[in-house]
């Protein structure tokens, strides 16, 4: 996959505020970075589109994906699976616009190994009780899931401690000094 500009990846914890931050980036450059859409067998929260946010799809057709190749990382989490296909990458490349990932740990992991040369930016609670607000606030989790959540989340914050893990962290305590920290991050070294 030849590429001028690298992909950004954008990961943290659930509830922690990728989405909020990244839509706020697309809306203010929309012609120089793209979402990759991810594919996932959740069902869409209110709101979501499909092709918007994700592509919705059934498990089957997730596995069919796989199974032909077509993802360049993906992973089950909360009982759903996710995934980056090569196809979102390279439909927002061929629009001349840098891609920007919103993906877990599991796949920065396997991105780590495959031929993307990506930078990594971990998006960080305040704190471990702050995410959990978040995340009740929201209202779409149920306890179970919230629950999940917040142990992936303790696991995500040690694999970040870990030195050359990322190219760049950004604390989302307030949202307006973490949105300029990413796009920051987001502009410099394309
Ligand atoms: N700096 C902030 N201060 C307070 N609330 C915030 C902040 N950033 C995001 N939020 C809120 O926290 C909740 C979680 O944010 P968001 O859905 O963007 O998280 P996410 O990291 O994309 O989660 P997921 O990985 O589960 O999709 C939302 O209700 C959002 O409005």
Sequence with gaps: MASLRRPIILFGPSGVG????????????????????????????????N????YFVTKEEFQKLVSE??????????????????????DVIQHQKTPLLDIDMQGVMQVKKSELNARYLFI????VECLEQRL????????ESISKRLAQAIAEIEYSKQPGNFDGIVVNDNLD?????????CLKDE
Excluded: C
Aim: net charge positive.
């Design 18 to 49: 990728k989405s909020t931050l990244v839509k706020r980036l697309m809306q203010n450059y929309k012609d120089r970075f793209g979402f990759s859409v991810s594919h996932t067998t959740r069902q869409p929260r209110p709101g979501e589109r």
């Design 51 to 54: 092709g918007v946010e994700y």
């Design 69 to 90: 190749n077509k993802f360049v990382e993906w992973a089950v989490f909360s009982g759903n699976m996710y995934g980056t296909s090569v196809m979102a990458i390279d």
């Design 124 to 127: 960080a609670p305040p704190s």
């Design 136 to 143: 009740r606030g929201r209202g779409t989790e149920s306890e």
């Design 177 to 185: 000094t973490a949105y300029k920290q990413l796009e920051q991050f």
